[in-house]
């Protein structure tokens, strides 16, 4: 089944900095990555996806990278801010057979320093 | 309010006893998944349903069993209770497979 890594699992930033988080997947035919944020107490919510066709994706501040040949996607979030300190998770899942899980990676608690 | 809705919001029990989660999920989504947190712990995948059919199932003891019903709402059957079972139970339901999944608030666990 799919084995999803993520590194750092903590990182302090300071306010107006970026942040770099790294996943790896294992399963080739995943084709679907989201990110979830997780506020202190609250549910997991998406921030951003991509799909295996797309190599970059941007929202704002946020982007995601893919790169389908090394099994890795990064999400990057440039001029943190206080609001930005929580728990992200990257998952991978693959799509199109309906029968496998969306597997998340163990998390990364970002803290950015006013 | 993602549309996801899980009761009960709290519970506490004792060990060895057996209680019931209940998912709602968002109207229209037809894949439930249920995940276990741990304290500072990930998303530990414990089992999908794809309209009323187990799909895939992660690393889910045999003292906890799922269902999905035909109207689409599931539940998470936790037995013989273990005080490592204290967890946040989240479900979480998506119109299909490689589509965002919606978070219900949560079931937060306490096995005393």
């Known amino acids: 089944g799919e084995n999803v890594e993520q590194h750092p699992s903590t990182l302090s930033v300071q306010e107006g900095d970026s942040a770099v988080i790294k996943c790896t997947y294992s399963d080739s035919a995943s084709n679907y990555f989201p990110w979830y944020k997780q506020e202190l107490g609250k549910r997991p919510q998406l921030i951003i996806d991509?799909?295996?066709?797309?190599g970059e994706k941007k929202d704002q501040r946020i982007a995601v990278t893919l790169n389908k040949t090394a099994k890795h996607f990064s999400l990057h979030i440039t001029e943190t801010q206080p609001e930005d300190s929580a728990v992200y998770f990257c998952a991978a899942h693959e799509g199109n057979s309906g029968n496998t899980p969306l597997v998340f990676g163990k998390g990364t608690r970002l803290s950015v320093i006013a | 309010d993602s549309g996801v809705t899980q009761t009960p919001k709290h519970l506490i029990t004792a060990t060895g006893q057996r209680v019931t989660l209940r998912c709602s999920p968002r109207?229209?989504?037809?894949?439930v998944y249920w995940y276990q947190q741990s304290l500072d712990q990930g998303l530990q995948f414990l089992i999908q349903y794809y309209n009323g059919e187990e799909r895939a199932k992660g690393n889910i003891l045999e003292r906890f069993s799922a269902q999905q019903f035909p109207d689409l709402h599931s539940e998470l059957n936790l037995s013989s209770l273990e005080l490592g079972d204290s967890a946040l139970y989240f479900c979480?339901?998506?119109?299909?497979?490689?589509?965002?999944?919606?978070f219900g608030q949560g079931t937060r666990l306490t096995v005393v």
């Open positions: 979480a339901s998506s119109v299909g497979a490689g589509t965002e999944a919606f």
């Open positions: 991509i799909r295996s066709n797309v």
């Open positions: 109207s229209g989504d037809l894949s």
